[in-house]
T-cell receptor, first 113, second 109 residues
Framework: ETGVTQTPRHLVMGMTNKKSLKCEQHLGHNAMYWYKQSAKKPLELMFV???????ENNSVPSRFSPECPNSSHLFLHLHTLQPEDSALYLC????????????FGAGSRLTVL | GQNIDQPTEMTATEGAIVQINCTYQ??????LFWYQQHAGEAPTFLSY????GLEEKGRFSSFLSRSKGYSYLLLKELQMKDSASYLCAVRDGDYKLSFGAGTTVTVRA
Protein backbone atom coordinates (compact mmCIF):
# COMPACT_ATOMS: atom_id res chain seq x y z
CA GLU A 1 0.00 0.00 0.00
CA THR A 2 1.08 3.55 -0.59
CA GLY A 3 0.15 6.92 0.83
CA VAL A 4 -1.96 7.42 3.92
CA THR A 5 -4.55 4.81 4.86
CA GLN A 6 -7.36 5.37 7.33
CA THR A 7 -9.69 2.80 8.88
CA PRO A 8 -12.56 2.51 9.31
CA ARG A 9 -13.92 4.68 6.50
CA HIS A 10 -17.30 4.93 8.21
CA LEU A 11 -18.19 4.61 11.89
CA VAL A 12 -21.48 4.97 13.73
CA MET A 13 -21.34 5.01 17.51
CA GLY A 14 -23.48 5.82 20.48
CA MET A 15 -22.48 8.44 23.01
CA THR A 16 -21.41 5.79 25.53
CA ASN A 17 -19.29 3.72 23.14
CA LYS A 18 -15.52 3.56 22.92
CA LYS A 19 -13.98 3.26 19.48
CA SER A 20 -10.70 4.05 17.75
CA LEU A 21 -9.70 5.47 14.39
CA LYS A 22 -6.49 4.22 12.81
CA CYS A 23 -4.10 5.90 10.41
CA GLU A 24 -1.05 4.43 8.71
CA GLN A 25 1.40 6.20 6.43
CA HIS A 26 3.79 4.46 4.05
CA LEU A 27 5.69 7.55 2.95
CA GLY A 28 8.51 7.65 5.48
CA HIS A 29 7.26 10.98 6.82
CA ASN A 30 8.19 12.12 10.31
CA ALA A 31 5.08 14.15 11.21
CA MET A 32 1.45 13.03 11.52
CA TYR A 33 -1.73 15.02 12.09
CA TRP A 34 -5.40 14.65 12.97
CA TYR A 35 -7.84 17.13 11.44
CA LYS A 36 -11.60 17.48 11.87
CA GLN A 37 -13.64 18.45 8.81
CA SER A 38 -17.24 19.60 9.29
CA ALA A 39 -19.53 20.69 6.47
CA LYS A 40 -18.92 24.24 5.24
CA LYS A 41 -16.22 24.82 7.89
CA PRO A 42 -12.43 25.08 7.59
CA LEU A 43 -10.34 22.07 8.47
CA GLU A 44 -9.60 22.16 12.19
CA LEU A 45 -6.22 20.93 13.38
CA MET A 46 -6.59 18.65 16.40
CA PHE A 47 -3.21 17.05 17.11
CA VAL A 48 0.31 17.02 15.69
CA UNK A 49 2.97 14.40 16.28
CA UNK A 50 6.57 14.90 15.23
CA UNK A 51 8.90 11.90 15.53
CA UNK A 52 6.23 10.23 17.74
CA UNK A 53 6.16 13.17 20.15
CA UNK A 54 2.99 15.22 20.47
CA UNK A 55 3.91 18.77 19.56
CA GLU A 56 0.45 20.28 19.39
CA ASN A 57 -2.90 19.78 21.06
CA ASN A 58 -5.29 22.36 19.71
CA SER A 59 -7.54 22.64 22.79
CA VAL A 60 -9.25 19.38 21.91
CA PRO A 61 -11.70 17.92 24.48
CA SER A 62 -10.35 14.99 26.48
CA ARG A 63 -12.96 12.65 24.98
CA PHE A 64 -10.53 12.54 22.01
CA SER A 65 -7.28 10.80 22.92
CA PRO A 66 -4.47 10.43 20.37
CA GLU A 67 -1.79 7.77 20.35
CA CYS A 68 1.30 7.56 18.16
CA PRO A 69 3.22 4.33 18.84
CA ASN A 70 5.70 4.95 15.98
CA SER A 71 6.21 7.41 13.15
CA SER A 72 4.05 5.34 10.77
CA HIS A 73 0.95 4.82 12.88
CA LEU A 74 -1.49 7.20 14.52
CA PHE A 75 -4.66 6.44 16.44
CA LEU A 76 -7.54 8.56 17.69
CA HIS A 77 -9.34 6.97 20.61
CA LEU A 78 -12.93 8.10 21.06
CA HIS A 79 -15.09 7.84 24.18
CA THR A 80 -18.30 9.46 25.43
CA LEU A 81 -18.61 11.56 22.30
CA GLN A 82 -21.36 14.08 21.60
CA PRO A 83 -23.54 14.33 18.47
CA GLU A 84 -21.70 17.53 17.50
CA ASP A 85 -18.54 15.45 17.16
CA SER A 86 -20.02 13.88 14.03
CA ALA A 87 -17.66 14.86 11.22
CA LEU A 88 -15.01 13.61 8.81
CA TYR A 89 -11.73 12.95 10.62
CA LEU A 90 -8.72 13.30 8.37
CA CYS A 91 -5.26 12.00 9.06
CA UNK A 92 -2.27 13.56 7.30
CA UNK A 93 1.48 13.15 7.25
CA UNK A 94 4.36 15.31 6.11
CA UNK A 95 8.13 15.53 6.02
CA UNK A 96 9.21 18.44 8.20
CA UNK A 97 11.32 21.02 6.40
CA UNK A 98 10.95 22.69 3.02
CA UNK A 99 7.38 23.18 1.86
CA UNK A 100 6.15 20.57 4.38
CA UNK A 101 3.29 19.50 2.10
CA UNK A 102 0.57 17.47 3.79
CA UNK A 103 -0.52 14.13 2.36
CA PHE A 104 -4.02 13.27 3.55
CA GLY A 105 -5.87 10.03 4.02
CA ALA A 106 -9.42 9.67 2.70
CA GLY A 107 -10.86 10.17 6.16
CA SER A 108 -13.09 8.37 8.62
CA ARG A 109 -16.72 9.54 8.52
CA LEU A 110 -17.96 9.48 12.13
CA THR A 111 -21.61 9.66 13.14
CA VAL A 112 -22.46 9.93 16.84
CA LEU A 113 -26.03 9.03 17.71
CA GLY B 1 -6.65 32.74 14.88
CA GLN B 2 -6.05 33.41 11.22
CA ASN B 3 -8.63 34.76 8.76
CA ILE B 4 -8.81 33.07 5.38
CA ASP B 5 -11.66 33.87 3.00
CA GLN B 6 -12.67 32.18 -0.22
CA PRO B 7 -16.01 31.99 -2.04
CA THR B 8 -18.32 29.17 -1.01
CA GLU B 9 -19.38 28.04 -4.47
CA MET B 10 -18.61 28.64 -8.14
CA THR B 11 -20.14 27.20 -11.29
CA ALA B 12 -18.58 27.13 -14.75
CA THR B 13 -18.98 25.43 -18.09
CA GLU B 14 -16.78 22.68 -19.44
CA GLY B 15 -13.87 24.17 -21.39
CA ALA B 16 -14.09 27.52 -19.62
CA ILE B 17 -11.76 29.19 -17.12
CA VAL B 18 -12.51 29.69 -13.42
CA GLN B 19 -10.56 31.79 -10.94
CA ILE B 20 -10.89 31.04 -7.23
CA ASN B 21 -9.77 33.90 -5.00
CA CYS B 22 -8.36 33.58 -1.50
CA THR B 23 -7.63 36.47 0.83
CA TYR B 24 -5.88 36.06 4.14
CA GLN B 25 -4.80 37.94 7.23
CA UNK B 26 -2.08 36.22 9.20
CA UNK B 27 0.65 37.04 11.67
CA UNK B 28 3.65 36.55 9.40
CA UNK B 29 3.68 34.39 6.30
CA UNK B 30 5.49 31.19 5.35
CA UNK B 31 3.64 29.92 2.31
CA LEU B 32 0.23 29.41 0.76
CA PHE B 33 -1.16 26.09 -0.45
CA TRP B 34 -4.03 24.99 -2.64
CA TYR B 35 -5.57 21.54 -2.21
CA GLN B 36 -8.26 19.78 -4.26
CA GLN B 37 -10.81 17.54 -2.56
CA HIS B 38 -13.30 15.42 -4.47
CA ALA B 39 -16.40 14.37 -2.56
CA GLY B 40 -15.60 11.47 -0.23
CA GLU B 41 -11.91 11.57 -0.99
CA ALA B 42 -8.69 12.87 0.53
CA PRO B 43 -7.57 16.44 -0.13
CA THR B 44 -4.67 16.35 -2.59
CA PHE B 45 -1.92 18.93 -2.98
CA LEU B 46 -2.13 21.22 -6.01
CA SER B 47 0.27 24.10 -5.51
CA TYR B 48 2.54 25.99 -3.15
CA UNK B 49 3.47 29.69 -3.34
CA UNK B 50 5.91 31.41 -1.01
CA UNK B 51 7.15 34.20 -3.30
CA UNK B 52 5.03 36.69 -5.24
CA GLY B 53 4.04 35.73 -8.73
CA LEU B 54 2.46 33.03 -10.80
CA GLU B 55 3.20 29.31 -10.56
CA GLU B 56 1.93 27.31 -13.53
CA LYS B 57 1.36 23.59 -13.50
CA GLY B 58 -0.45 22.33 -16.56
CA ARG B 59 -4.06 23.55 -16.62
CA PHE B 60 -3.77 24.91 -13.08
CA SER B 61 -1.96 28.10 -12.05
CA SER B 62 -1.65 29.77 -8.67
CA PHE B 63 -0.84 33.40 -8.02
CA LEU B 64 0.36 35.12 -4.85
CA SER B 65 0.63 38.73 -3.74
CA ARG B 66 2.00 38.86 -0.20
CA SER B 67 1.57 42.63 0.12
CA LYS B 68 -2.14 42.29 -0.65
CA GLY B 69 -2.70 39.07 1.30
CA TYR B 70 -4.19 37.60 -1.84
CA SER B 71 -3.95 34.47 -3.94
CA TYR B 72 -5.93 32.91 -6.71
CA LEU B 73 -6.13 29.47 -8.27
CA LEU B 74 -6.82 29.51 -11.99
CA LEU B 75 -8.33 26.45 -13.62
CA LYS B 76 -8.18 26.48 -17.42
CA GLU B 77 -9.89 24.27 -19.99
CA LEU B 78 -12.27 22.99 -17.34
CA GLN B 79 -13.16 19.32 -17.38
CA MET B 80 -16.00 17.54 -15.60
CA LYS B 81 -13.46 15.85 -13.32
CA ASP B 82 -12.46 19.30 -12.00
CA SER B 83 -15.75 19.44 -10.06
CA ALA B 84 -14.45 19.39 -6.49
CA SER B 85 -13.81 21.51 -3.43
CA TYR B 86 -10.67 23.69 -3.53
CA LEU B 87 -9.03 24.53 -0.22
CA CYS B 88 -6.76 27.51 0.37
CA ALA B 89 -4.35 27.14 3.30
CA VAL B 90 -1.84 29.61 4.72
CA ARG B 91 1.17 29.00 6.96
CA ASP B 92 1.78 31.87 9.35
CA GLY B 93 4.94 33.21 10.95
CA ASP B 94 4.85 30.46 13.58
CA TYR B 95 4.55 27.85 10.84
CA LYS B 96 0.95 27.10 11.81
CA LEU B 97 -1.21 26.07 8.89
CA SER B 98 -4.79 27.37 8.67
CA PHE B 99 -7.37 26.41 6.08
CA GLY B 100 -10.20 28.31 4.44
CA ALA B 101 -13.65 26.71 4.34
CA GLY B 102 -13.17 25.66 0.72
CA THR B 103 -14.75 26.60 -2.61
CA THR B 104 -17.01 24.04 -4.27
CA VAL B 105 -16.60 24.21 -8.03
CA THR B 106 -19.27 22.65 -10.22
CA VAL B 107 -18.47 22.12 -13.87
CA ARG B 108 -21.47 21.84 -16.18
CA ALA B 109 -21.54 20.33 -19.65
Amino acid sequence: ETGVTQTPRHLVMGMTNKKSLKCEQHLGHNAMYWYKQSAKKPLELMFVYNFKEQTENNSVPSRFSPECPNSSHLFLHLHTLQPEDSALYLCASSQEGGANVLTFGAGSRLTVL
Amino acid sequence: GQNIDQPTEMTATEGAIVQINCTYQTSGFNGLFWYQQHAGEAPTFLSYNVLDGLEEKGRFSSFLSRSKGYSYLLLKELQMKDSASYLCAVRDGDYKLSFGAGTTVTVRA
